[in-house]
């Protein structure tokens, strides 16, 4: 925009004057006075209105201020009034307006923002800014022995150094990031210091540039520098720089480095904001230095300084993965506070993590419980609900899922099986087989068919309490509503016999498994006959399980046949020891 002003001031000069000689150049900023009559200077032909020319404004209403100017040899020259050496040959438009046009240069130029004044620079030397961004580009690749001689270059070169010669030679494209950093440190050093200083401007052209680079080497080099600066307290480092470069450690992995960067934000009087915490967090967590983590998340959170929503769901991510839930939950509650909802994806790993089987925190999943109302789309979050009562009923708080359940079922997401079977084990675990039942005729009033695993956790229930006649009733049912049932069914219903020690049924299931598609297999044999000799001593039919066995190709191992044979040879022995008694 400045360059479009100047050009303007350049036209209004050249259409005045015919100077015989301008000043070959101009290295120090020409102030002008105040101009506040702009109505009449408008009035002057050379300006007419359809093509009127307004300096340093944004619009018509803005008020006019002052600024400085600074041109080049090339350019020409608005001088100050007391300048001797410049004459004009202007003739009546002189005497009317020219004490007037010089002062309308003095404007009050306001930033969009910060209401700074602007100051248009020299213009830059072109032949000496390619001839250093060509020094700059040779040095790319070399090795550091010949990389110092950058600096004896540029010293012959009699560079004019300003803050913006530096600046376009640091956004120059093409030129690696360490050239640039050992130009803007001689730039700063030396003899140099008395023509440039470091501006937050020039520093921060420079992080941008090389934070674009992912080279580790590079990247400490340019910390080094910046910690330098900082170190000065010049107030030069700004809380943009020190996060540029957080992010740019935590992209090379390189999470302690961008700690260190974090934990000098109040050495260098720069004040943290939320993507000073993000950064950090990620830099840490993605190194897995979670002891670090916890500080920086929790100082984040008391000082309320939350990234947006989208972030701040990759933080409850990360602290997730880290196994850093309560950390996370903290997060989400602060979040919550200040009306920001990280993403729904975010939210549901949180739930599944509160929920972990691993830890079974009864807070901590009463806590998922509540999260479940945040839920807007509550339609497809089964996902989430089923995870809630599952960990619902691993910390025993079955009254929780069934009210959950019934929930469910008024408003929403419908529930299916697999809820319904979680509560049904749950029940049937701890006995309450009436719930458990009810609930099952529950499950059928709405459509769905109870599936081999709900029953087989019924007749568990059953047999474990030794109400076997209830477990045969469901195994009954069982085949009527499931042409194929689980070895698990089986299982169950003959272990509940042997513990009654009611073998013969228990023999009679084993013969009629194959009949609803279930093969015994070896553990299934193993355990009958086991019962049969220990608790019954009735090796004649533990023998013929094993010839059976043989005939199926299962073979029964050492242990279990061995039992069989003490168990004969005791029989064998109370046989004879009773005749020699009756013949004695």
Same mark, same amino acid.
């Given at each position: 925009m400045w360059r479009s002003r100047l050009l303007a001031a350049q036209r209004f000069r050249s259409s005045l004057t015919r100077s015989s000689q301008l000043h070959?150049?101009?290295?120090?900023?020409?102030?002008?006075?105040?101009?506040?009559?702009?109505?009449?200077?408008?009035?002057?032909?050379?300006?007419?209105?359809?093509?009127?020319?307004?300096?340093?404004?944004?619009?018509?209403?803005?008020?006019?201020?002052d600024v400085e100017v600074s041109t080049h040899s090339n350019n020409g020259v608005i001088a100050d009034e007391n300048d001797k050496n410049d004459t004009f040959n202007i003739g009546e438009i002189w005497n009317q307006g020219v004490d007037e046009v010089k002062n309308v240069f003095e404007t009050e130029a306001f930033d969009s923002e910060n209401q700074d004044p602007v100051e248009l620079n020299n213009e830059v030397d072109v032949g000496e800014l390619d001839r250093v961004i060509t020094l700059l580009k040779s040095e790319i690749g070399e090795f550091d022995g010949v990389r110092r001689s950058i600096e004896s270059s540029l010293d012959e070169m009699n560079l004019n150094l300003s803050e913006e010669f530096v600046v376009?030679?640091?956004?120059?494209?093409?030129?690696?990031?360490?050239?640039?950093?050992?130009?803007?440190?001689?730039?700063?050093?030396?003899?140099?210091?008395?023509?440039?200083?470091?501006?937050?401007?020039?520093?921060?052209?420079?992080?941008?540039?090389?934070?674009?680079?992912?080279?580790?080497?590079?990247a400490y080099k340019l910390w080094d520098l910046v910690k330098e600066i900082g170190e000065k307290g010049d107030g030069v480092v700004s809380t943009e720089m020190l996060n540029a470069l957080i992010s740019l450690f935590s992209r090379l992995g390189k999470g302690m480095a961008g700690y260190e960067v974090f934990d000098k934000f109040g050495d260098f009087s720069c004040v943290t904001n939320a993507d000073s915490y993000y950064f950090t967090i990620q830099a840490l967590c993605r190194r897995s230095i979670f002891d670090r983590v916890g500080l920086v998340c929790e100082r984040m959170v008391s000082e309320g300084k939350l990234p947006e929503a989208a972030k701040v769901g990759d933080v409850i991510y990360y602290l997730c993965k880290g196994g850093m839930?309560?950390?996370?939950?903290?997060?989400?509650?602060?979040?919550?506070?200040?009306?920001?909802?990280?993403?729904?994806?975010?939210?549901?790993?949180? =739930?599944?993590?509160?929920?972990? !089987?691993?830890?079974?925190?009864?807070?901590?999943?009463?806590? @998922?419980? $509540?999260? #479940?109302?945040?839920?807007?789309?509550?339609?497809?979050?089964?996902?989430?609900?089923?995870?809630?009562?599952?960990?619902?009923?691993?910390?025993?708080?079955i009254e929780a899922a069934k009210a959950l359940l019934s929930r469910m079922i008024d408003n929403g997401p419908p529930p299916g099986n697999a809820i319904f079977n979680t509560i049904i084990n749950a029940l049937s675990k701890s006995g309450d087989m009436t719930e458990a039942i009810n609930v099952m005729r529950m499950m059928e009033n709405r459509g769905l068919k109870p599936d081999v695993f709900a029953y087989s956790v019924i007749m568990s229930g059953y047999a474990k309490g030794g109400e076997m006649e209830e477990a045969s009733k469901m195994l009954t049912e069982a085949k009527k509503n499931?042409?194929?049932?689980?070895?698990? =069914?089986?299982?169950?219903?003959? !272990?509940?016999?042997?513990?009654?020690?009611?073998?013969?049924? @228990?023999? $009679?299931? #084993?013969?009629?498994m194959e009949e609803y598609g279930v093969r015994p297999n070896t553990d299934e044999y193993n355990k009958l006959i086991q019962s049969l000799c220990l608790k019954a001593a009735d090796w004649v039919m533990a023998e013929k399980l094993m010839?059976?066995?043989?005939?199926?190709?299962?073979?029964?191992?050492?242990?279990?046949?061995?039992?069989?044979?003490?168990v004969k040879e005791l029989e064998e022995e109370g046989k004879g020891a009773k005749e020699a008694t009756v013949a004695a």
């Open positions: 070959s150049k101009v290295h120090t900023s020409q102030t002008l006075t105040p101009y506040r009559h702009t109505q009449h200077f408008r009035s002057i032909p050379l300006f007419p209105q359809s093509n009127a020319i307004r300096f340093f404004s944004s619009s018509s209403t803005d008020s006019i201020t376009r030679v640091l956004v120059s494209e093409n030129v690696s990031g360490e050239s640039l950093i050992d130009f803007f440190k001689w730039a700063a050093g030396g003899s140099n210091e008395q023509v440039f200083s470091v501006t937050t401007r020039s520093l921060d052209v420079l992080v941008r540039a090389v934070c674009a680079e992912m080279k580790k080497k590079v839930v309560k950390e996370a939950r903290s997060v989400y509650l602060s979040a919550k506070e200040k009306q920001q909802y990280p993403p729904q994806p975010s939210v549901n790993f949180l =739930i599944s993590s509160l929920c972990d !089987r691993k830890k079974n925190d009864a807070d901590s999943v009463h806590f @998922a419980l $509540k999260m #479940l109302d945040d839920i807007e789309n509550k339609k497809y979050a089964i996902k989430q609900f089923s995870c809630v009562i599952q960990a619902l009923c691993r910390v025993n708080d499931h042409c194929k049932l689980t070895p698990v =069914i089986y299982h169950t219903i003959i !272990r509940g016999y042997c513990k009654l020690e009611q073998f013969g049924k @228990a023999v $009679k299931l #084993l013969e009629e010839e059976e066995m043989t005939k199926k190709g299962l073979h029964l191992n050492g242990i279990t046949k061995s039992l069989i044979r003490a």
